[in-house]
C-alpha cells in the first residue's frame, strides 16, 4: 500500500501478505509469528495435523526459505545467523539449517513465560521469578541465572526483554490490564552495580550511539509511556560508564500526546533506533509512528501508518526504516522521504539544529549505502539445502538447569535473592520524570 499523502515524511509499502503464503490469518499473532531481525520471520502455524508448521520467509522478498513441521509450541530465528531455537514447553533445542545439525538442547525446571534471542549467541529465558541468559557455545553448561524479576512484574504479561551491546544493562517489559487501560511497567537491571530500578514504561530498547557533539559513542536507553489520561513520554538517557572525552551523560524527554479511535487504548508497543539517521521510532499498537530526534528526544512528526493492529517490528538495515506486522498478516514497510522530513522539520524555528544534523547524517549515509542485494543475500542460501520433510520434532534432552532464582550481592557483598533498588542518585529515570 503506497502512502498517498505527499506532505507524510514516510512512505508505506506492503511487501508481503502472510495469507498468500498459506498462513490463515486468524494465526498471525504475536506468540506465533516472530521477526527478530529484517533478515527473517519465522511463523508456527497449525494446519489439522498433529504437528504444527514452520515456515521462515525473507520479509523483504516474501519468498519461503523454509517449510517444515515440528512439535515445537514457539520458535525464533537467530537474528543474523541461519540458525532456529525450538521450545517445547520445558525443552529448549537449536537447530542449523546450513549445517543440518543440532546446535544445542537443555531443559528448563521451571515454567517459561518469555524468551528472546539477546543477540546472536544468547538465549534469554524468563521464568516466573527471574531471568536467565543461555550461551549456546558454552559446550554443556546450563542457562546463567543473572537477575530475579521485581514483584512489580509478579501480574504481568512479559513482552520484551532488552539487552546492551555489552549485557551490562537490562531491562524487562510486562503489560497489565487495568480497567480501561494498559498499564506497563519495566525492570532496569545494571549488572555491574546489581542495582535494580522499575519505571512506568511501555515499550524500552538500548543501542549503542554517538551524540553529534561527542567524539565516542555510548550506551543509550530510549524508553516510551502512556499515563492514565491521553498523554505519554519519550526518554532518551545515556548510560555510564562516563566516556573520557565526551560531555556529561545527558537525559532527554518529551510529551507526547495519543489520539485513541472509539473504545481502543493506544500505547507505544515496539522501539527501533536507525543509528545513522539519529531517528528513534515509536510504534504504538494502533499503527501510529512518532519519530523522534535521538540528540533531543524532541517528536519531529506523528503519522499513522497503518489501520490495523502492529504487534512487532523491526529496523530495516537496508533503508534505515522500519518493517512491521500487523494483525491481519501484511509486512509493511516504512521509510523516510529525506526531502519532506527535512523540509518540515526546517519549518519549525525550534529545530533548526536538528535540521542540519539531520541534513549531515542523510547525506553521509548515501556516501555509506550498500546496495541492498548485497546485504540481505548473505544468509538466504539455506533454504535450497533443507527440504520440506526436515521435521524440527524434538530430539531428546538430558541436561538440567540451574535451579530456579538467582542470588546477587547486596551492598556489603552478602548474598541476597535479589538485587538492591536504586538510591535516587543512581536511578536512571526519577519519579517525576516516569
Not at 551491546?165 to 519495566?186: C, F, H, M, N, Q
Not at 499503527?287 to 519531529?300: I, K, N, R, S
Not at 535451579?403 to 538492591?420: F, I, L, M, N, Y
Amino acid at each position: 500500500m503506497a502512502e498517498n499523502n505527499r506532505r507524510s515524511p514516510v512512505t508505506i509499502n506492503e511487501l508481503v501478505q502472510l495469507e498468500n503464503l498459506g498462513i490463515p490469518q486468524d494465526q498471525v499473532t504475536w506468540s506465533r509469528v516472530t521477526m527478530v531481525s529484517d533478515q527473517w520471520i519465522a511463523v508456527r502455524h497449525d494446519n489439522g495435523e498433529k504437528h504444527a508448521t514452520v515456515t521462515v520467509l525473507n520479509p523483504r522478498e516474501g519468498t519461503k526459505l523454509y517449510a517444515g513441521t515440528t512439535s515445537a509450541d514457539s520458535l525464533l530465528m537467530n537474528p543474523s545467523h541461519p540458525i532456529i531455537a525450538l521450545k517445547a514447553s520445558l525443552r529448549f533445542e537449536v537447530f542449523n539449517f546450513g549445517a543440518k545439525m543440532l546446535v544445542s538442547k537443555m531443559d528448563m525446571v521451571d515454567r517459561v513465560t518469555y524468551w528472546t534471542w539477546v543477540n546472536s549467541d544468547i538465549i534469554a529465558i524468563v521464568t516466573d521469578s527471574a531471568v536467565f541468559h543461555w550461551d549456546l557455545w558454552q559446550g554443556d553448561s546450563p542457562p546463567e541465572c543473572v537477575f530475579n524479576r521485581h514483584n512489580r512484574l509478579t501480574f504481568s504479561e512479559i513482552v520484551s526483554y532488552k539487552a546492551d551491546r555489552s549485557l551490562k544493562w537490562l531491562a524487562i517489559t510486562g503489560l497489565t490490564p487495568e480497567e480501561d487501560r494498559i498499564s506497563g511497567v519495566t525492570q532496569l537491571y545494571n549488572v555491574d552495580e546489581d542495582i535494580t530500578q522499575c519505571i512506568n514504561a511501555h515499550a524500552v530498547c538500548f543501542t549503542h550511539y554517538r551524540f553529534d557533539d561527542n567524539p565516542l559513542s555510548s550506551t543509550v536507553f530510549c524508553v516510551a509511556s502512556r499515563d492514565m489520561q491521553d498523554k505519554g513520554k519519550i526518554h532518551v538517557i545515556e548510560l555510564g560508564p562516563y566516556k573520557h572525552g565526551n560531555f556529561a551523560p545527558r537525559n532527554s524527554y518529551t510529551e507526547i500526546r495519543f489520539s485513541d479511535d472509539l473504545d481502543r487504548y493506544d500505547f507505544p508497543v515496539t522501539l527501533q533506533v536507525s543509528g545513522d539517521y539519529g531517528l528513534l521510532y515509536v510504534v504504538t499498537k494502533y499503527g501510529y509512528l512518532y519519530l523522534c530526534d535521538m540528540e533531543t528526544a524532541a517528536c519531529l512528526c506523528v503519522t499513522r501508518v497503518s489501520p490495523e493492529i502492529i504487534f512487532t517490528s523491526t529496523i530495516n538495515s537496508v533503508t534505515q526504516g522500519i518493517l512491521g506486522i500487523t494483525r491481519s498478516g501484511r509486512i509493511i514497510s516504512v521509510d523516510i522521504k529525506k526531502e519532506v522530513l527535512l523540509s518540515q522539520v526546517r519549518e519549525s524555528a525550534k529545530w533548526a539544529n536538528q535540521a542540519s544534523r539531520l541534513e549531515r547524517a542523510m547525506a553521509r549515509n548515501e556516501e555509506k549505502r550498500t546496495p541492498s542485494k548485497q546485504v540481505h543475500n548473505n544468509n538466504n542460501n539455506f533454504g535450497v539445502i533443507l527440504n520440506n520433510n526436515t521435521n524440527l520434532t524434538s530430539i531428546g534432552l538430558t541436561q538440567s538447569p540451574k535451579a530456579s532464582g538467582c542470588a546477587s550481592k547486596d551492598s556489603t557483598g552478602s548474598s541476597s535473592s535479589s538485587s538492591s533498588s536504586c538510591s535516587s542518585s543512581s536511578c536512571v529515570i526519577s519519579e517525576g520524570k516516569t
